[in-house]
């Protein structure tokens, strides 16, 4: 009897270790100096939708607003007051898009260009958000709602990757769409939570 209520506790706690190991983020990465980067003020770049239309300005204000929630900044850049700083100056315009161009095929961040955007937008962090999924599809004969997102936090004076995730929200519903904005929501306020 001793025995089996022994292997029976043995089984529960091995359960409850592989329970907890669940959860996180799908993909996280902390480069060195993240524990000590605190910067007061953070610019959300208008994110790379790539082939997903009409997903750039429900995920940029997703992001933007869990950055706000998450009380860790002083100042959070709107994504009107970004995107009306990049529009009024080409030089700065040229600079996302390099910047941008060179972070997806090399996977560095360009110092240069980096502190470029933050002079232009007053910002001592830059936000980058790639969108990867957004849409609805079918998934083992149910229908879901899907959002995927990729974060790179930036600091600009080193010009380096601080912190970057990958996780993607994936809802199945019966009648009713839920709002993807309202998945990119939820999903940045999850992946915000595990900024160091």
């Known amino acids: 009897m001793k025995h089996m209520r022994r292997s029976s506790l043995v089984w529960m ?3 409850g270790a592989l329970l907890a190991g669940c959860g996180g983020l799908q993909d996280m990465w902390e480069g060195p100096g993240a524990e000590s980067f605190r910067p007061s ?19 940029q204000e ?13 100042q959070v850049l709107r994504p009107d007051e970004v995107n009306g700083l990049l529009a009024a100056s080409n030089e700065t315009r040229e600079a996302l898009t390099s910047y941008l161009a060179g972070l ?7 110092k240069g260009a980096a502190a470029k ?11 980058v958000v790639k969108v990867n999924s957004w849409e609805y599809t079918r998934s083992e ?4 709602a899907k959002v995927g997102l990729s974060l790179r936090l930036i600091d600009p004076k080193q010009g380096s990757i601080i912190w970057k995730a990958k996780h993607t929200n994936t809802t199945s519903y019966m009648f009713f769409k839920p709002s ?11 992946m915000i939570k595990h900024i160091p």
């Open 104 to 110: 997806e095929t090399s996977g560095v961040s360009d």
């Open 117 to 127: 955007l933050a002079q232009a937008l007053k910002a001592d962090a830059l936000m």
């Open 180 to 190: 993807l904005k309202d998945l990119a929501a939820d999903l940045s306020a999850y």
């Open 13 to 15: 706690a091995l359960g």
């Open 141 to 144: 004969g149910d229908k879901v």
């Open 62 to 74: 997703g992001v933007t607003n869990a950055l706000k929630n998450s009380t860790r900044y002083t």
């Open 41 to 59: 003020s953070i610019a959300v770049l208008p994110p790379i939708e790539g082939a997903f239309e009409g997903s750039r300005e429900p995920a």
